[in-house]
């Protein structure tokens, strides 16, 4: 039997999936409003506003089916509950660079990831580099723009 694999994610990050879920199934009934008031124009073959109708219909079901999969694998983690010396999902991690700047990041789920904002997935390259680490580990990552090295300066459960 196939098992499940769960998505970690924090409650801000659930929460939002739940607000799109809720905005999705208020709009696929008026899309279906569109199509049908777009039919009632006559010929479908270039009917412009209903194949667009269609289109968003499909894109609808599409995003519907992806939160509903990912809400119901939906591993809820509270950065509070957790504590440790080890760089795990939900830490944020104060790192220092080359030129000893700190950067700070929290490491969340793919859904939330935001790195403008400083979260980044505990699946892209930086995440992956920093899950086990400790203060004082050094971390070399591999991104588009070559090598970057960082010292894990502090981790933080907040």
């Known amino acids: 039997m196939a098992t499940v694999e ?4 924090l409650q ?5 999936l ?9 709009e696929r ?16 073959s270039e009917n412009a506003e209903y194949h667009a109708a269609k289109e968003r ?7 519907l089916n992806d939160i509903e999969d990912k809400l119901s694998r939906a591993q809820i983690i509270d950065p509070k509950d957790l504590s440790g010396d080890k760089v795990v999902f939900g830490a ?31 699946n892209s ?16 990552v591999t991104v588009p723009s070559g090598d970057r090295y960082y010292l894990v300066s502090k981790i933080e459960f907040i």
């Open 6 to 9: 769960k998505m970690p994610m």
């Open 12 to 16: 801000e990050g659930y929460d939002k």
């Open 18 to 26: 739940s607000a799109d879920l809720k905005r999705l199934k208020i």
């Open 29 to 44: 009934p008026l899309v279906v409003d569109a199509i049908e008031e777009a039919r009632a124009h006559g010929d479908l």
């Open 57 to 63: 219909q499909g894109q609808i079901e599409a995003s």
């Open 92 to 122: 944020t991690v104060t790192l220092l660079d080359d030129d000893d700047k700190p950067v700070k990041y929290q490491i969340v789920g793919q859904t939330e990831a935001d790195a403008k904002s400083g979260r980044i997935s505990y």
């Open 125 to 140: 390259p930086l995440g992956r580099a920093l899950i086990g680490r400790k203060v004082e580990d050094e971390v070399e």
